[in-house]
């Protein structure tokens, strides 16, 4: 959506259905958010390219949004009583930012561009217009993210890395 006039912009979703369908590691929203509807997520979603280092998720803040990585990678850390400790290494196909989406927490980790890359972003009040524009697509959405949730929390290796 425009700030300026409200009106959707669609935007071409193809290389992050792409990446979303070729991410071999967990494949969890692939499994869950069939292909199609990131075509009406288009209409919703931001892209935005980062070069190496820049910081998407601050440890600690607030904001809730949500990122869908299409190309490069994401390195996700903590700073804990002994240092910073280093989480996770993230590819093309990955959603960062779930567990403050869903629980309005502050942020448990930091997420850092590790190398030049194309996310898309998803905001909660874009996430709000979905949900009434388009209510299964919005909850298909839910259900994947969850079930992201719910494969990190499992893992116990990646339990932390819930941002």
């Given at each position: 959506m425009t700030q300026a006039t409200g009106t959707a912009i669609k935007q071409d979703t193809s290389g992050l259905t792409a990446a979303i369908t070729r991410h071999a590691n967990d494949a969890v929203l692939g499994r869950f958010l069939e292909a199609?509807?990131?075509?009406?997520?288009?209409?919703?979603?931001?892209?935005?390219?980062?070069?190496?280092?820049?910081?998407?998720?601050?440890?600690?803040?607030?904001?809730?949004?949500?990122?869908?990585?299409?190309s490069g990678d994401l390195e996700v850390d903590v700073k804990s009583d002994s240092g910073q400790v280093h989480l996770a290494l993230l590819g093309p196909g990955n959603v960062v930012g779930e567990g403050s989406f869903f629980s309005r927490l502050s942020r448990s980790a930091s997420v850092a561009a590790y190398s030049d890359c194309k996310v898309w972003a998803l905001a909660p009040a874009d996430f709000d217009l979905l949900s009434r524009n388009h209510p299964s697509v919005a909850l298909a959405l839910s259900m994947a993210l969850g079930a992201v949730l719910a494969t990190r929390m499992l893992d116990l290796s990646k339990r932390i890395a819930v941002t």
């Open positions: 199609y509807r990131w075509s009406v997520l288009g209409e919703f979603v931001h892209p935005a390219h980062y070069t190496r280092g820049h910081v998407l998720i601050n440890q600690g803040s607030t904001d809730r949004t949500l990122y869908f990585l299409e």
